[in-house]
């Protein structure tokens, strides 16, 4: 898992194949508690890359996704948008990896 260091993301999107991102802010209750959670979803996904984004400091990357809530997952797959989903449910994050990866 990688942390945006500055407002990159479609970058990181067109060069990776499989990309699954949480959108969150540092006052979000939930986005702390989905944290741990996303990043063993990234160990235990190594084919896609997992990338943490703040929404509040990352305008630009947070515009490639509708987020409306928070925390917001969204995955990409070959540069596209596939699906997104503003939760605190791991099983709903899991679906979300199984559309982007197949796995």
């Keep these: 898992m990688q942390e945006l260091t500055e407002d990159n993301l479609q970058e990181l999107i067109a060069q990776h194949e499989q990309v699954v991102v949480q959108y969150s802010a540092g006052w979000c209750g939930n986005c702390r508690i989905m944290k741990p959670k996303f ?13 943490l984004v703040d929404a509040e400091k990352f305008p630009n990357s947070r515009k490639l996704a ?7 997952f969204a995955g990409f797959k070959s540069g596209a948008l596939v699906n997104q989903v503003q939760t605190n449910k791991e099983d709903q994050l899991k679906s979300l990896i199984h559309e982007v990866t197949g796995n």
């Design 39 to 51: 990043k063993r979803l990234a160990g235990e996904n190594p084919n896609a890359v997992f990338v």
């Design 66 to 72: 509708q987020v409306n809530n928070l925390p917001t």
